[in-house]
Each structure stands twice: as structure tokens, then as C-alpha cells.
């Protein structure tokens, strides 16, 4: 391609609004543009860096016989209503009226349209399992879009959905797609994890999310030191053998703390420790309050809350309930004389504080010398809390650490959760109606692509891996107006053509330095530079990557092309 | 692609709600399902089609130098308002409102989206022309959705625009578009012409349709039976040269006419003909009153009236309305005695009618002997009416013939209607803004698609063209029981696929009779059928179009395919 006629419009400066590196790098080399808030348009290098990333994402699929389909974007409401989602969705799913005035959903993603499909047409074991895959535009009404292509409103997304006769089958999928998934992000050249994770609002069992590791990432990764064990801190069990104190217990002691408001200062006024600290909070499940107690060190996990109280919905409590209830303000409260029938959850750490401190359900008040058990009572000891760095590894082997991930592909166990109630059912060996199970699987396209973006790169800009580069070759005279140069450039440029190679060539009649410093910015892997011993047949080429340079004979250019490339 | 893996849902009843011979055999042929009134599922095999069509579309577009992008479908309302569509593009305009109450439109086009691109990004001549396509899903919420893939209101579209520093640039790149449409839809197969249109609610000048031609049409196309003449009727020019009559001219006479309310009752009833009848009818153009004359025999074409009057709208006007104006019913309308001030026009064929017959303005009467010029005046003779069958063809060679046709690609030069109000300007070669001059250029790619298959089935399918073909080679052990065919079916499809034929294995467990029939449903161009003399080493070759079967050496399989694919 003659750069002369396409568009790339490079930016010297970093733009204001872009805070990371690959936001940064895809706006300043003319790879996106936003329309508006999370909504952006692919300029031409980013349409073909796209292309790249699913030409691998489809090849794979093919691998473990995903078959492609496309489906809408526009999904009347009554499907997303058997589901219950249209309802419990909020506010994160685009909702448009017809001239009819009838109700769609912006595909947020696509259970319900995909289950109503086939409820209409697979109806015998016999054509299961069946593993059905698009690549499609989402929309998601984010709360904060940001980091360009990592979080944005409309966005690009491999989904995918298996349908399955038994469990078993189920798991088999989920094993291909696992496998498939570690392909396509070795193939793209990113460092991952899968990690196991929670289900969200999708619904299922078993998942597990990819995270490429960066400082920049959303998420938490909790992985051990020495095993294979990763997870999200969401979702990492606390795996640790707590010792019993020997310490002997003392008398419970009521003491003023008239200034001290949180744990720390709480826990030095007392001369004591977070550690010995009882973390009092009220959480709302569903309709209920509920007392949760964690040690003073340790922070509740919401996400393992509402497993183990099996709720809909949890949330911390509002102030004012919890001041009707108990009596006294958030900041003084504790496990200790609460009111009949209000149930007590405590993270397992709490079982073992030895004259622990707590509040006093009094404003300005604690209790020194509290003892679980003696002093109050507990309905139920849980896994209740986040996992921190220097826990043992969940598994048994090492020790937690964390790092930053930014999620780019979720695979999900949904099992029954959408044939059941959207009725989608076939009729097994024996005759017998069953629902489908159900698997999704699904990869964020534009995110990978920020993704990589964020990982390959330097000051000067971008450094494309071969196979998502927009094009190979960036080929570059520095002086159009010389006709050694610009004649070679033509004859190089065809020749490389010829041999499939793609070529960016710099036509235009710029400085060598904008042409250097936009080649650069763009960052194709090598760069072929016809300058002024192009007299003597004598090129240069330019590792990107590696940032080596060389001078070779123009006879030699296509050797070293086969060379890198191959 | 084992057919038990992938997901083709064959119906063997007509669907009822399916009109024409495309939309029927799509479902039945398992390559779509609605989703709802006009939204469609591609299934496994309609995706394929799908992207097969889309790569020719983008071969040819990179053939003139078109550049992909990618824009999205969530359009600020903004945009829209700064051109005015946001307030006339109807209720055919999906709006939705995100979280914060701020308005999008759905992409119906990409004018405003583009235009805003370029304008922050192209400042100088230096950088023009540009073409950008992009290949994308597209929202109208049409009025009335149908005949499937035809008619939806949630399709894909190819769309391309172009910008220029100057007429001349926008003229090549028009004809370099028309060269590529004429590429593409001949690639494609299909029966098509381009012809003279109207530009609709896009605007702008100069535009070109090309239309399918076929029974279901919705358009007639005017065209010449001996030249390559070709129009929208909406367009068509009446170019005949009308003679004088030598009739002498009769007094005006008042006659009664008591219950004859059409131009064919009056006519017959007064012993003349509806040639020598004066057709009277009222339009509102914008907010004024015109009265239009037209011989009986012919029909007044709106989009001539509004181009002749530079009206933004014209309609026809209420009854009431009317009354008011000429005191008197629609259907006994006519031009003589009209209040002062009333404009009349009247088509070019009134202006050679000799003692005609008109309304007389008064409920059951009629004027006979009424002559232009004598008993009438008009304001301003144009050529209002629709060409008909017969009339001389526009470019003076041959008559005219009518067709019918399907739209499937239209391409416009907009001048400068989106970047005047837009405000994309460049800086010309004397350093003096001007607006960028473009052009825009769509494909109903989903549409082709139904256009493809209303015109490649027979009676018991499709039989789709080699190019566009889901798969090449639908290969079909009798009985997969047998194990000497199934063994050679599972070799024959190894074989085939090293040889990079996309083949369909029916590896399903069915009966004969329901796998040759899906097999001459689904249309792919040859059927390879391993039967009974599987033994003896003989397969049977059926080819789709032609109706030909033959048995060869399965060692002839692969010289005979490539005989027919190459």
C-alpha cells in the first residue's frame, strides 16, 4: 500500500486524555479514533491489526470444530425477559425502542439469542454437542470507559456457545477451549495466565478468565511462587492452617477510645495489633442484615459472602439501617450483646484471636479482652475473606503473590442456567426431555489488540510481533525527488509484493525525519530504507525489535526477508 | 466439515411467512432464521456465503485503492444535528439514549462519522483523494421489512467514501467505483444493470443504482431495447417530440356527468379516449398549493414535480385543502377558471391535447372542447410524468421497456452537501479553505446475498455459482454403516482437503433419501455420492447446475474436480 493514498494520521504530541501506553501509542500512530466516550472507529493500520488478531482467534476455533455463525445486534426484549436478565441487567445494557415501540436489547452478548436458536431446531442428543462461535460488535453501557480499547462501550468480541447432551461432553469442550484459548494468546504473542475466576453476571459454574499481565490491568491476580496455581483475587480461597494461641484469656474489659477511628489507630491506642483487631460490618443480603466479622488485617471478599450465604444480591448495609438495628454508628461496632436473631458470619481467622479488641456498639467505646465463643457468639466460620500476598498458595504448594492482569478471555461452565428457563430442551437415549448444557466462551478482539499493543513497545513507539503486524515492511525512500531512489523504491516495492510480502511504502514527499520518526511510531518489524547509497545498490534495513541496523546489497533483500520472517 | 459438527437446520415444508423463492429456500436450506420482523441469524453456511461475498467486494475495492476501516454502529445524536438528519431522517433512524440520557443514533450510514474523521485529521490537498470502505453491520427500521434478507432492518453493508480537492478527482474516482461495482456484481454472477437514480435522503447529484434484474424487484428500471440506456422509472427522462394535431379546435361546452368518477368512465362516456382527458391533481410543495396537469393515460412522478419546483417536499395535497382552494371534490378537478394566483403546471403532453375533457370545478360536470391556451393557462410546461412502455428511450435510440429490479449497489457523487454543513475543510494549492468534494458508494451485502439465491435454485434448491458456494464439494457416503464407504469417504475427504477444497462430509447417520435431498437443497456445485460400488473402487460425481451424474474411478475424482473448478 502507498501511504500516499491511504490514512494514517500520526500525532506528534501524546494526546491529553490518554493515560496508558497503548491508548497513547494507537492514537499518536493513527490506529484509532474516538467518536465519543469508549466508542472508537479503526483507522486502516488498526482494521488490518484486527484482521490479524481474528484470522488466529477463527483458525483456532476451527481446530476444535467451532463452526462460524452471525447474529444480530438488535435482540427483542421478550428473550431477554425469559432469562429475567432484562431486569437484572442494569443500566450496562443499551436499551432501543423500534417505530413500533417494541423493546431491544443492544447485544450485550448473545445466551438468550443463541439458546433461542436452537430450542426451535435441535430437539435429538443426536446432533449434540454442537460449538457455535461469532465475531461481533458488543455494546456495553460501561459506567467509566477508559484505557481506549481496554474498557470501552462498543467493542469487538469472539463469543462463543456449546450446547451439550452431558456434563461430561460439557468438560470436553471446556478442555478444547481451554487449549484453544492458550493458543490463540501464544500466538498472539502475550504473557498470560488463566486463572480461575468468578462467573458474574453471566451466570455457571466453573470459569476461568485470561489475563495478560500488566501493571495497567484491572484486575488482581492472586498466583503461586512456585506451582502452576492462579487465580483471581476474587476468587482465591484462603488455604491456611490457623494455630491455636496459647495465650491465656483475660477478663473482657470495656475501654474509652474517644479519638480513635480506625482499626490502626484503634489497635495502637490499645497497644495492641490489627491483627488481634475484630473487623465488625453489616452487610444487606438480599433482604437480610448480616454481622460479618474479619480480623483487623484482613479485608471481607463480597464475591465469597454471597456464595456461602447463597443471596442474590450483597451489599454493605446502609448506615442508617445499621444504626436502627444495632443501636450505634458504623466505626464502634461489634460482635458483642447484638440483638436476638441477627446472624453472625466470621472469617475463619477470627476463630482464633485470643483477647481480641472490638467495638462496643457504643460511640467512643471498645471492648479489650474479647474472646470468640466466651464472649459472643458465631452462627457460622467461613472462607469470608480476600486472600493476601505471603498466604499459602490455595493449593498446598508455595506462597501467594500478585500481579496486575488485564482480562482478556473468559470461558464459563453455564450449564443449565439459560436452557431451564428459556425452556431449551432435547430428548436424550432414552426419550426423555433434558436441557442443553450449556457452555460460553468469549474473547475481547479490540481489547487483545490494546493488549498487545501495550506490551510491544518502546519510546519510540510501537514494535508490531510479526504475525499482527499491520504490515510487514515498511519500505521508506528517503528522497522521492531522487530518481535512483524513488525508481528502486518502485522496482523493491513490487518485487517484495510479488513474493506476498506487505508493504507500507512511504511515498510521500516528507522529510527522511517524519518518514523515520513515523516509522518508528507505527513500529512494523523492519524497515527497508533506500537513502543515498542507493547509487551503489546498497539498502538499509532496521530490526525494529531488535534495533539493529544493517546495510546490505539490494540483491540480498529478499534472503533476509525469508530469513526473519520464516 | 463433518456435517454432525456443524449446525444446518434443512426444513423439508415451505415456511409460510416466506414469499419469494430466496427467503424460503435460505430457511429451508438452514442458512438463516429470523430473530424478529427483519433481523436475521446467519447460520453456519449463510455465514459463508456472507464472507465469501465480502471478499470479493474488498478485492475490488482494494483495486482502486479503497482503504478498510472500521467505524462504529453508536453514532453521537450531535453529528447527526449538525447536517439536520438527526430531525429528517424519520423514524427509519434507531435512536438510543445511554446511561447519561445522551442521544445516538444506530449507524445507519456513515456520512456525519466520516466527515467528522477527516475533518480533524485532513487539512491539506496534498492528502487527497481518499477512499475509505468499510464492510459493517447497518440499522434501519424500515417500515415495512421483507422477503427476508431483502428488506431487513438490521443488515450488512459495504460502504465506501470518497473525498477530493476538486470535481475532477471525484468524476475518477465515480467511474473507478462504477468499473469496480460492475467487477464485483459480475463476479458474483449476477444478471444486473446500472442505471440513472435518485440520490433520496442522501442527497447530492450524479448517482447510479445497480439493480438485479428479477421478478420480485421492487423498483422498475426503464430501459432501452436497443441501446444501453438503463433508469430508476423515478428517473427516467421523457424525451418525445409530441405533434401538432391538425384537429380544429371546438367551443368549450359545460356537460353533465353525473356518476362517472374515473378518467375511464368519463372518457367512455363522452365517446373520447383518456389521451384526450386533462388529469387534474393538487400538491402541497412545502407549505404552497400547485395544481399539476397530466394527460389522462398518464401518471405524475413526485420526484420530477419536486426537482422542477426545488421543493425540499411535496405531497399530495389533502382533500380538504383542496375543497377550500377550488371549492369543489377531488375528481371533478380542473384547470379552467382557477382562483388568481394558483400555480399551474403542466406535464409537456397537455400543451398538445385538442379539445380535451377536464373537471369543470363543480361536483358532476365536466367541460368538453377545452383547449391550453384558449380556456387555460399555465404557469410552466416540464416533463412531470413517469416514462411508460413504448415511449422513445431518453438517449433517442429504441423504445422503452420496463424491468424489474433489486437493488444491491448505488453509488452518488455528494459534492460537498456533508462537509459544508460539517465544516470539512482543506487547504487547496493557493493556502484557501475549501470543503472537501465526496462521493459515497454502497453494497447491500446481505442483500446480494438473497439476490444471489433468488437467481441460482430450481426446484429442489439452490445451486449456488462455484465462487460463492458455501463449500465446493458436498461429499456423501450412502451408508456410513458400510465400512468400505466409510473408509473411502473418510480417505476421499483427507484427499480433498490436502487439495484445499472446502468439502462437506454428511458423516450423519440419515437415510439416503434425506441426505440427497439436503444435498440438492443446500446447492453445493457437486455432490461426490460413495455407494454401493464403493467395492469396486466407483464413485458418483453429480454436478448441481447441470444435472449431470457420472460414475468415475475414485482415482479420477481429483483430476475431474479440477477440471471443473479451474
Avoid at 110 to 129: A, C
Avoid at 383 to 401: A, C, H, N, Q
Avoid at 548 to 566: S, Y
Wanted: aromatic share 10%; charged share 30%; glycine share 8%.
Amino acid at each position: 500500500m502507498k501511504q500516499s493514498l491511504t490514512f494514517i494520521p500520526t500525532l506528534r504530541e501524546v494526546p491529553a486524555d490518554a493515560d496508558v501506553k497503548s491508548h497513547q501509542l494507537l492514537l499518536r500512530a493513527g490506529f484509532i479514533r474516538q467518536n465519543t466516550s469508549g466508542v472508537y472507529s479503526f483507522l486502516p493500520l488498526g482494521k488490518k491489526v484486527l484482521q490479524k488478531v481474528e484470522s488466529i482467534i477463527r483458525e483456532e476455533m476451527e481446530v476444535i470444530n467451532g463452526v462460524e455463525v452471525f447474529m444480530p445486534a438488535l435482540q427483542q426484549a421478550e428473550l431477554w425477559q425469559e432469562t429475567g436478565r432484562w431486569y437484572n441487567y442494569g443500566p450496562e445494557l443499551f436499551r432501543v425502542k423500534d417505530r413500533h415501540e417494541r423493546d431491544f436489547a443492544l447485544g450485550a452478548t448473545h445466551e438468550e439469542v443463541i439458546t433461542s436458536l436452537l430450542r426451535d431446531e435441535i430437539k435429538s442428543y443426536k446432533k449434540l454437542p454442537l460449538t457455535l462461535f461469532q465475531i461481533q460488535t458488543k455494546f456495553r453501557d460501561e459506567k467509566r470507559p477508559r484505557f481506549g480499547l481496554l474498557r470501552g462501550r462498543e467493542f469487538i468480541m469472539k463469543d462463543a456457545y456449546s450446547f451439550h447432551a452431558s456434563k461430561e461432553s460439557l468438560d470436553a469442550t471446556y478442555e478444547d477451549m481451554k487449549q484453544a484459548y492458550t493458543n490463540i494468546f501464544t500466538r498472539l504473542g502475550l504473557n498470560f495466565r488463566s486463572v480461575i475466576a468468578d462467573s458474574g453476571s453471566i451466570g455457571g459454574k466453573d470459569t476461568h478468565e485470561f489475563m495478560v499481565l500488566s501493571e495497567i490491568g484491572e484486575d488482581t491476580i492472586a498466583y503461586s511462587d512456585s506451582s502452576n496455581y492462579a487465580a483471581n483475587i476474587e476468587m482465591a480461597e484462603v488455604n491456611i492452617q490457623y494455630v491455636d494461641s496459647e495465650e491465656k484469656q483475660e477478663t473482657l474489659k470495656k475501654v474509652e477510645t474517644p479519638e480513635q477511628k480506625t482499626i490502626q489507630e484503634v489497635a495502637e491506642f490499645l497497644e495492641t495489633v490489627p491483627e488481634k483487631c475484630i473487623k465488625t460490618l453489616v452487610f444487606k443480603a438480599d433482604d437480610e442484615l448480616i454481622v460479618v466479622l474479619s480480623r483487623g488485617d484482613h479485608e471481607i471478599n463480597d464475591i465469597k459472602l454471597k456464595k456461602v450465604l447463597d443471596a442474590q444480591t450483597v451489599e454493605m448495609a446502609d448506615p442508617l439501617e445499621v444504626k436502627e438495628l444495632l443501636q450505634c454508628e458504623i466505626g464502634s461496632l461489634g460482635p458483642i450483646k447484638l440483638p436476638i436473631g441477627v446472624k453472625v458470619l466470621a472469617d475463619h481467622a477470627v476463630k482464633y484471636i485470643v483477647n481480641g479488641v472490638c467495638g462496643a456498639n457504643e460511640k467512643g467505646w471498645h471492648y479489650t479482652g474479647a474472646n470468640p465463643g466466651r464472649d459472643f457468639s458465631v452462627d457460622e466460620y467461613a472462607d469470608l475473606r480476600f486472600i493476601v500476598e505471603g498466604d499459602p498458595s490455595p493449593d498446598g504448594m508455595g506462597t501467594v503473590k500478585f500481579a496486575k492482569g488485564i482480562e482478556v478471555g473468559h470461558i464459563f461452565k453455564l450449564g443449565t442456567t439459560y436452557s431451564i428457563p428459556m425452556d431449551g430442551t432435547f430428548l436424550d437415549e432414552n426419550g426423555k426431555s433434558q436441557p442443553y448444557i450449556m457452555g460460553c466462551y468469549g474473547i475481547g478482539v479490540s481489547r487483545v489488540m490494546a493488549a498487545v499493543a501495550e506490551q510491544y513497545n518502546d519510546d519510540y513507539g510501537f514494535m508490531w510481533p510479526n504475525q499482527l503486524s499491520p504490515y510487514d515492511i515498511h519500505l521508506i525512500p528517503v528522497n522521492m525527488k531522487d530518481e535512483t531512489q524513488a525508481q528502486m523504491a518502485e522496482e523493491l516495492y513490487k518485487l517484495l509484493k510479488s513474493y506476498r510480502y506487505e508493504v507500507l511504502f512511504d511515498d510521500r514527499a516528507e522529510r527522511a525525519g517524519v518518514k523515520f520518526a513515523d516509522a518508528d511510531l507505527i513500529g512494523l518489524p523492519i524497515r527497508v530504507t533506500i537513502g543515498k547509497r542507493a547509487s551503489e545498490g546498497i539498502i538499509e534495513l532496521k530490526y525494529r525489535q531488535a534495533g539493529e541496523t544493517v546495510e546490505v546489497q539490494k540483491e540480498e533483500l529478499l534472503e533476509k526477508m525469508q530469513a526473519f520472517f520464516n
